[in-house]
């Protein structure tokens, strides 16, 4: 059985549907993420907002900077982040955070910036043909490779720098008290 190109009684395209679930997915675990008080939840709201953006690469057409969104941002980033919260937290310390006094000004601060969106995007002239994606991987490799093997290394090690900052930030000193 075959599905028909447009959802019954909603008139729009399966993929268009993909798109909003993915998209809701991806508004709501954002929310979540800087809504938790909770760190490491944060973290795992962090790893599903990821993922669906992920998905979104994917449905846009470009499976390649969806892959590098899974290894790079999930595979390293993410577990790099909760890895390094659960080696740094302190038991005598609280485990939530407390955004009580910062709410009022980022509310504020949100809707002018959602605002200033709103106006760039309805002043914007957008294209009627979209630009090129890579959807190819060798092309993509021989470009980046070939003109951009430099910024690319570059990159390369400032993630090893900041791993291993990362694991001597979160080394601990042995007290006499441990």
Request: glycine share 6%.
């Amino acid at each position: 059985m075959t599905l028909p190109a447009t959802i019954p009684f909603l008139g729009f395209g399966w993929d268009d549907a993909l798109f909003m679930l993915l998209a809701a997915v991806l508004i709501g675990s954002a929310l979540l993420v800087v809504g938790m008080r909770d760190i490491i939840r944060c973290g795992l709201a962090m790893i599903i907002c990821f993922a669906a953006l992920a998905g979104i690469y994917v449905i846009a057409g470009a499976p390649v900077v969806a892959a590098a969104q899974v290894l790079v941002y999930i595979g390293a980033i993410s577990v790099l982040v909760l890895f390094a919260i659960m080696l740094t937290q302190t038991k005598a310390g609280p485990r939530e955070l407390v955004f009580q006094t910062q709410a009022a000004p980022a509310a504020v601060l949100s809707l002018i910036l959602a605002l200033v969106f709103a106006i760039v995007v309805a002043s914007t002239t957008w294209p009627t043909s979209p630009a090129r994606i890579w959807t190819d991987t060798k092309d993509l490799a021989m470009v980046l490779f070939a003109n951009y093997t430099l910024p690319f290394e570059v990159v390369s090690v400032l993630l090893l720098a900041a791993v291993i900052g990362g694991v001597f930030l979160a080394k601990r000193e042995r007290g006499d008290t441990d």
